[in-house]
């Protein structure tokens, strides 16, 4: 059954939208600067950082909401960029400097909405998690494994492992690190050891069986090899070998040369 189309307005324009989008995702479709922090397309909208505000027009006059969540409907009216968007992005962006400003991230959002300084007070010079929640939905929702949580409330809520001790699930693959938008989690790998830093965790490198390179955390190829078919193989070769090897295969691919008619004649 084909997707039903919507006829919505944004900033005057009145344009197509598909069954299933969100006002984000017609917004970025068209390349409209509607800014955010807590989204991913991995991951289900969760509206925690309120930076994608946008104002709509319906049956109960206009209202602001976040567009990564609002879902499109026929006749809908959009703006993104009006008075009150903007007054109502600077409030977000001054709460969030205030909160975490030693993020260049938040830092260089904020100039861009006029917002240098804030009116409040910030508790922690160096904080950088915004509380967005999308390492924590990354590591549940998409990788199955929870490792990490939010704990505490009101100004002391935090996120991290359990009792802010080593975790014991964590397969140290990463996706908090790939998915967080202010670089809050911190990870590096020295010598034989991948150090998640934020989460005090350290896990064990797997080497590869070409160079002897450390590559992926051992487990991180069990999680994987978990999933995988019982006859499909899993290789220990890090990424720099596997390109060299194909390669190498692709290297002795027969050419073939073409013929006067531009046909494809018989190989070299």
Not at 17 to 46: F, N, Q, S, W
Request: hydrophobic share 35%; aromatic share 2%; glycine share 8%.
């Amino acid at each position: 059954m084909p997707d039903e189309t919507f006829h919505i307005t944004i900033d005057g324009e009145t344009v197509e939208a598909r069954t299933g989008e969100t006002v984000l995702d017609v917004c970025r479709r068209l390349g409209k600067d509607v800014p955010t922090l807590c989204h991913h397309a991995a991951i289900e909208p969760y509206a925690a950082c309120r930076v994608c505000m946008v104002e709509i027009a319906g049956g109960r006059g206009r209202s602001l909401v976040p567009s990564c969540q609002y879902p499109v409907s026929e006749g809908l009216e959009v703006r993104t960029g009006s008075d009150e968007v903007q007054a109502a992005r600077k409030t977000v962006l001054e709460l969030l400097l205030a909160r975490c400003p030693g993020s260049d991230v938040i830092r260089e959002l904020a100039a861009k909405y006029g917002v240098t300084d804030t009116p409040y007070v910030s508790d922690d010079p160096d904080q950088t998690c915004i509380l967005c929640g999308l390492c924590v939905r990354a590591c549940e929702e998409v990788l199955g494994i929870a490792a990490i949580g939010f704990s505490d409330r009101g100004v002391e809520r935090k996120v991290g492992t359990p009792f802010d001790e080593g975790s014991e699930v964590c397969i140290g693959c990463g996706a908090c690190v790939t998915v967080c938008p202010t670089g809050h989690i911190r990870t590096v790998d020295e010598g034989i050891l991948r150090k998640m830093e934020t989460w005090n965790t350290e896990l064990e490198l797997a080497e590869c069986e070409t160079c002897g390179r450390r590559m992926l955390a051992v487990k991180q190829l069990d999680h994987v090899r978990g999933k995988l078919a019982e006859q499909l193989p899993l290789e220990r070769i890090c990424p720099a070998c596997r390109r060299s090897r194909t390669a190498e295969r692709m290297s002795k691919i027969p050419t073939v040369a073409p013929t006067r008619s531009g046909r494809e004649g018989l190989p070299r």
